[in-house]
Every structure is written in C-alpha cells, then in structure tokens.
C-alpha cells in the first residue's frame, strides 16, 4: 500500500482558507485518495476522497495533480471547530486495509 | 451516510478479565470490518481484518489468542480483549466499508471508538 507522508502539524486562523498537503510518491494505478479528519477520543469521519484532478464537496476540495504523487486538501474559511487531525490515506479499493500515517494535527487559532 | 456504532463506548475493567467490544453496522451489510487501536497522541494502528463467515486476518505482530475477533453475522463483528493488561488500555476503533454495487470507490466508515482502561 503506497506510503502517505504530511505535515505533522498547521497553524492557521478563523476564517482563513488552508491547505493540507500529503505526499503520496509510490501510488498505484488503480489507487484512490481519501482523507479523513478526526476529533479526540472519536473514530476518524470522512471528507473527501477523489483519483485525479479536483474534487469539491460542501466541506472540502481536493487538487490532484496529473502525476498523482500527491494531493492537497483544502478547507475554506476554517473554524475553531475545524481543529483535528487529518488523515490522508491511499488504497485500491473501499474494500482494503487502511493503514494510517502520522496525520496533521491543525490548530485552528481565533 | 452510512453508520456504523461500537459498543460499549467505554469500559473498565480489572487486570487478567476478557473484555468483548462490538462493532455494527447499522444500515448495510459489511462482510468486511476492521479494527484499530489508538494510543494517546498517536495514528490508529491497524490490528486485524474481519471477515464475515472466515477467519480474522491478524496485523504482524498482533497476538490472535489475546485479541480475538468473531464476525458472527452481515452486521457485527466483535472484538475480546483477553486476559487484559494496563497496557492493553487504549482507544479501540472499528471500520466497515460500504458496498454499492460496483462502486469500488465507496468509503470506509468508522465507528465511534471504545475506550479501554485496564487496572
């Protein structure tokens, strides 16, 4: 399963738009990208998830580039609520083990 | 969306007790299901695989007599924590993906988390 490799941890402030990006350098083909956020002490929700270019949806977008060997999620106008860890994960299927990076933990400030 | 619930959503036991945690889909059939494990500050660990009718397939390193997971029907899986010990003590975390038709890119939706705390 291809490696997932992200920041750590983000900064950011209400109302500004950031943009989380995961690095995904030994994808496969038929490979697909999906991100997850996750609040403590809760299971990980899902946000997103696309194969190639851009995909939005009323929480999220998320920027594909050709080569595939990355992708950015990006969260307009975050909130303190928007604070968590995000997980960007890549696999074959909805039907394969997933198996977690680090995540990014992002701060959102007032 | 789909739901999937867990149950207990905590629970304290004392050392050398088995502890059953259940996972369930509450709107879909999932032959499939998974359980993690998260410690504090840490990613979710991948333990093993549930299947439906067959055997757990079980993480390296992951003892199979000491976790043991039973995927009795279409909408539960459940996973016994055997003889537990303090460092047993974690977030237990379950995940089922969704079928619909031949969408294979459906996601996996997860369960609310249990939190285990061994004395």
């Known amino acids: 399963l291809a490696k997932t490799t992200q920041p750590i941890s983000m900064d950011s402030y209400e109302g500004q738009e950031v943009n989380i990006t995961c690095s995904h350098n030994n994808i496969a083909t038929n490979d697909y990208i999906t991100w997850y956020q996750q609040f403590p002490s809760q299971g990980p929700r899902f946000i997103i998830q696309?194969?190639?270019t851009k995909v939005t949806n009323e929480v999220a977008s998320l920027f594909i580039p050709a080569d595939r060997k990355s992708s950015t999620l990006s969260l307009p106008r975050v909130s303190l609520s928007d604070t968590a860890v995000y997980y960007c994960?890549?696999?074959?299927?909805?039907?394969?083990?997933?198996?977690f990076g680090s995540g990014t933990k992002l701060n959102v400030k007032p | 969306g789909a739901v999937v619930s867990q149950h207990p959503s905590w629970v304290i036991c004392k050392s050398g007790t088995s502890v059953k945690i259940e996972c369930r889909s509450l709107?879909?059939?999932?032959?499939?299901m998974f359980w993690y494990r998260q410690f504090p500050k840490q990613s979710l660990m991948l333990m093993a695989t549930s299947n439906e009718g067959s055997k757990a397939t079980y993480e390296q390193g992951v003892e199979k007599d000491k976790f043991l997971i039973n995927h009795a029907s279409l909408t539960l899986s459940t996973l016994t924590v055997t003889s537990a010990h303090p460092e047993d003590s974690s977030f237990y975390i379950c995940s089922a993906p969704e079928a619909r038709g031949l969408r294979l890119e459906e996601t996996q939706y997860f369960g609310p988390g249990t939190r285990l705390l061994v004395l």
């Open positions: 709107d879909f059939q999932a032959t499939t």
């Open positions: 696309g194969y190639k």
């Open positions: 994960l890549v696999g074959p299927s909805n039907f394969n083990k997933f198996y």
